[in-house]
């Protein structure tokens, strides 16, 4: 509609049905012609238009060749499958994104990087060894959608004769050579066992190929693996969206954001990878930009990645990581992770990374860059841990609770390896199986200046250790921190150094904490917010000026309320206690009970996760 300023000043109907034909006229053609939606089904036709349901084109090559417009919308049949790679070939424009989407009903639509092995095709050549001929290069295969390994990535060899040898000593393996596919099933006959063998042949099933403004969503692609590359999703371009989109079986990356800007990812999800690619060889999700594209921006809302374990070589590939010269920022929010890591380091580029709420499941993070923000984030588990490796980062409003490192690493559940960095506002409760020797804190780097305040800091003993001679505690801040009885501080390493109950510890640090019992609500439910009686609740009397730093809490209560902060990441947003023995439980209580699977509550930290996300 035209601005009133700018309407005629006696213009008749006629005249008003005149200027809207002129002004939808103007409006195709400036775009070259009105929007078309095309469709494609597996019982399509590609010799159709596919304008309609009834005349949709069949091939995804289809589509890959048309010339798109601006607004233009390809919608893909729900519980359609198609063996081939959907590239764009056209940009969209801003706030005009060409769409790629479903209609229908049913499962989403799914892109198989993988060609089934027909059973017949398998010729026995001895020790459980099958022959199968193959006209072009076979990156993965697996059997029920499960990968058997790779001997290349075994043997480190590119000789067919020594992978040939490999496999026929070692059941569960395969190698491709000369165009020929040797796979070692085990004890079992690929020609009549029932099961479904398939090679992975095709990589990037989705790319963008460089072209902008386009928007993916509820797209699922499956078995792209190959080793270091194999991606699923690959992103190249500016102003690319997708949500709804689900990875499975990938190669290095499930969602590869490569020379990317104005990324935005909303409800992704990545399950499963090829063993055998080593420690650093694959992850769920990664943003890298190379020089030539200075301040790439990515942003990841409600993802989550699991079952990366290396099936192979053991351990677990991460679920996120970033690096590249390019890179501009990084946002994670609400990143769920069951068991798989996350790396952020921005050495390379100085880029802004943030982590703003999310769930790490018995999961690592690993902070190794400069000045990154970690707030209202997450960690259950035995294996919970965070490694400051970089410098002047800062966590707050975090939770960790259930670490149990045991004589892991620096035997604690945040490693401070790293130069000025800050810890403040977070709970921190160690497993109640973790030995005693298990700290909260490691220092490792000498004298680092690492700040700690306004936290709930729990364990069975020892709450601080020091890995390093020489220790001088007027290189560091710590003051109103909450401790557990008993709690011991010990600088002592390689003969030197003491330790520090609370009373003596405070003598050098650690001004106006406490210890004892911070009457949490319900933890044995995981609930860690505080009763109305907490000790922690107006403990903290630090400069109100943090407001500015710290605006809110876990749950995103003011972090100011009362006459003073609490200490912890909850904020007590009831009211106050009127008398003795007053006890009144916080609002929007979020319980946190630690898990290793199953649906999580619909909110994460406090920017809240729909329970859609919840896949499993």
């Not at 809207?20 to 939606?37: D, E, M, N, P």
């Not at 393996?173 to 596919?181: A, D, F, S, V």
């Not at 301040?295 to 374990?309: P, Q």
């Not at 030197?496 to 004892?516: E, F, I, N, R």
Request: some cysteine; hydrophobic content about 35%.
């Amino acid at each position: 509609m035209m601005h009133p300023h700018l309407l005629p000043g006696r213009a008749a109907p006629s005249s008003w049905l005149l200027l809207a034909l002129v002004l939808a006229w103007a409006s195709g053609a400036a775009t070259g012609r009105a929007q078309t939606t095309y469709y494609v089904h597996p019982g399509g036709d590609d010799a159709r238009d596919g304008r309609s349901p009834a005349t949709a084109f069949r091939t995804v090559a289809r589509i890959n060749s048309l010339r798109l417009s601006p607004g233009d919308r390809v919608r893909f049949a729900r519980g359609g499958e198609w063996r081939e790679q959907l590239v764009a070939s056209s940009e969209g424009a801003p706030g005009r994104p060409i769409v790629y989407e479903t209609y229908g009903a049913g499962a989403k639509p799914r892109f198989w990087g993988s060609d089934p092995l027909v059973p017949s095709a398998f010729r026995p050549v001895g020790g459980g060894v099958f022959q199968v001929p193959a006209t072009r290069e076979v990156h993965a295969i697996l059997a029920d959608h499960r990968f058997l390994r790779s001997a290349a990535l075994r043997t480190r060899s590119h000789d067919p004769g020594v992978n040939r040898k490999y496999v026929q000593s070692h059941p569960g393996t395969w190698c491709y050579g000369e165009g020929q596919l040797y796979v070692h099933p085990g004890d079992t006959d690929p020609r009549t066992d029932g099961r479904v063998y398939t090679a992975a042949v095709r990589e990037d099933l989705i790319f963008t190929n460089g072209k902008k403004h386009l928007l993916l969503r509820d797209l699922v692609v499956d078995e792209s693996a190959k080793a270091d590359a194999g991606y699923a999703f690959r992103i190249t371009g500016d102003d690319i969206v997708l949500e709804g989109c689900e990875a499975y079986r990938a190669g290095k990356h499930h969602f590869g954001v490569i020379n990317a800007n104005e990324f935005l990812g909303k409800g992704l999800y990545a399950a499963y990878a090829m063993p055998d690619q080593g420690v650093g060889g694959a992850t769920a999700y990664v943003s890298y930009s190379d020089r030539s594209r200075p301040g790439d921006r990515s942003r990841y809302v409600n993802c989550v990645a699991e079952h990366l374990e290396d099936t192979g070589g053991g351990g677990t590939y991460p679920a996120f990581y970033t690096h590249g010269e390019g890179i501009g920022s990084v946002v994670l929010e609400n990143l769920i992770s069951r068991g798989a890591g996350v790396g952020l380091g921005n050495g390379e580029s100085g880029a802004a990374l943030r982590i703003r709420g999310g769930r790490l499941e018995n999961a690592a993070l690993e902070v190794f860059g400069n000045k990154v923000l970690v707030d209202g984030l997450t960690l259950t588990g035995p294996r919970a841990l965070v490694t400051l490796s970089g410098s002047d980062n800062v966590l707050q409003n975090v939770l960790i609770l259930g670490p149990n490192p045991g004589t892991a690493g620096y035997q604690a559940a945040v490693v401070d390896n790293g130069l000025r960095n800050t810890i403040r506002f977070c709970t921190f409760v160690l497993s109640p199986e973790a030995p005693s020797y298990d700290a909260v804190l490691s220092l490792v780097k000498p004298n680092s200046g690492l700040s700690w305040y306004g936290n709930i800091l729990l364990s069975q003993g020892k709450v601080l250790r020091i890995w390093f001679s020489g220790f001088d505690p007027s290189r560091y801040h710590a003051s109103y921190n909450f401790y557990r009885p008993g709690a011991e501080f010990d600088t002592r390493f390689a003969g030197q150094g003491k330790s520090y109950s609370l009373d003596g510890w405070k003598t050098v640090l650690d001004a106006g904490s406490l210890q004892g019992d911070p009457k949490f609500t319900d933890p044995v439910k995981g609930d860690y917010t505080l009763s109305a009686d907490s000790p922690a609740i107006d403990a903290a009397r630090l400069d109100r000026g943090l407001e500015k730093q710290v605006p809110t809490d876990f749950l995103g209560h003011p972090r100011f309320q009362g006459k003073a902060f609490d200490m912890g990441a909850y904020e007590f947003a009831g009211p106050r206690p009127q008398g003795p023995g007053a006890r009144h439980r916080a609002p929007e209580a979020r319980r946190l009970a630690p898990t290793t699977g199953g649906a999580l509550s619909a909110a994460v930290g406090h920017f809240p996760v729909p329970a859609s996300q919840e896949r499993l």
